[in-house]
């Protein structure tokens, strides 16, 4: 049974860091494409990063670029989000997903974890 669970999230200032972690079992991490995404109430999920399985080729987002960094561990079967100079429309609920295919998708992504709060405030 696959199953993704996320955690890391919480209370961080405007341009602090926080660093989120999801743990997956039932699959191999080098087989799948990984995604960390978002959803802010009353928006979109967006494509926050992915990365793909093989090569580990990363993808962001346009908001995220050159703060975020996607990273993984196979040998703890765990992708991480480094997320850096934290702003305030960076609060949403962010969830990671895995997928069959190479995407940042939200659409395209099959399983899905409970999602971590993150809130920018001071």
């Known amino acids: 049974q696959v199953q993704l669970v996320e955690s890391g999230g919480g209370l961080v200032q405007p341009g602090g860091s926080l660093r989120l972690s999801c743990a997956a079992s039932g699959f191999a991490l080098p087989y799948y494409a990984i995604g960390w995404f978002r959803q802010a109430p009353g928006k979109e999920r967006e494509g926050v990063s992915c990365?793909?399985?093989?090569?580990?080729?990363?993808y962001y987002g346009n908001s995220v670029k050159g703060r975020f960094v996607i990273s993984r561990d196979n040998a703890k079967n765990t992708v991480y989000l480094q997320m850096s100079s934290l702003k305030p429309e960076d609060t949403a609920v962010y969830y990671c997903?895995?997928?069959?295919?190479?995407?940042?998708?939200?659409?395209?992504?099959?399983?899905w974890g409970q999602g971590t709060q993150v809130t920018v405030s001071s």
């Open positions: 990365i793909r399985s093989g090569d580990g080729t990363t």
């Open positions: 997903a895995t997928a069959w295919i190479w995407s940042c998708k939200p659409h395209e992504f099959d399983y």
